[in-house]
């Protein structure tokens, strides 16, 4: 994989379901790893920075995994919420270098 | 709080014109990022800063320029606008090159 690529594009879900995406992203040479919340006519909020193979993080009902060694890492909303409703982008880095490559994002609208 | 401003959240050009985008950071954060977004496509990176007076060309730096004469503040010039720079521009920051990068609100440009 030369570039992010972001699953899927777009998905509508109830409140109160859990949900995941997935960013898969070149493997060698792997340096960092960001996911991004993105609000209509807001600015893009950080959400986790993932570094080690295996990493997990959490804030409130969102996690994050991280495979580096295969190069994908995976969002998680527990119990989705109205206001979870944004686009989720990943971005990813190699070794050494300030270019960060973005996928095109995951457009997750709750449904109340 | 980190606080990144951009001079404007909508702007209105004419093809030929020369354009003046303004981003500046509160915090004292080294690294600076100007992208542009359009549909279907990944944030890309135009230029970079990592200090004062110091710039790198990103992924799509042509028909662009920058100027960082102060910490705080990384302009990006549009030499002479045409339509096809008719885009979303995000100026971003960061502490470290692993850290999470701080967004500002955009701004959208038509050029006509």
């Avoid at chain 1, 991280?66 to 990943?90: R, V």
């Amino acid at each position: 994989i030369l570039n992010v690529e972001q699953s899927p594009q777009s998905l509508h879900v109830q409140e109160g379901d859990s949900t995941n995406f997935t960013c898969s992203f070149p493997s060698s040479n792997f340096y960092a790893l960001h996911w991004y919340r993105w609000e209509t006519a807001k600015s893009p909020e950080a959400l986790f920075v993932m570094t080690l193979n295996g990493d997990e993080k959490k804030k409130g009902r969102i996690s994050a995994t991280l495979n580096t060694k295969e190069g994908y890492s995976y969002l998680y909303i527990k119990g989705s919420q109205p206001e979870d409703s944004a686009t989720y982008l990943c971005a990813s880095s190699t070794s050494g270098t300030y270019k960060y490559i973005f996928g095109t994002g995951t457009r997750l609208k709750v449904l109340a | 709080d980190v606080k990144v401003t951009q001079s404007s959240r909508y702007l209105v050009k004419r093809t030929g014109e020369k354009v003046f985008l303004e981003c500046v950071q509160d915090m004292d954060h080294e690294n600076m990022f100007w992208y542009r977004q359009d549909p279907g496509l990944g944030l890309r990176l135009i230029y970079f800063s990592y200090d004062v007076k110091m710039k790198e060309k990103g992924d799509i730096p042509e028909g662009y320029s920058v100027s960082r004469e102060k910490k705080e503040r990384f302009s990006l010039i549009l030499e002479s606008a045409s339509t096809n720079q008719t885009s979303m521009y995000l100026c971003a920051t960061s502490t470290g090159l692993r850290d999470e990068q701080y967004f500002g609100p955009g701004t959208r440009l038509t050029v006509t």
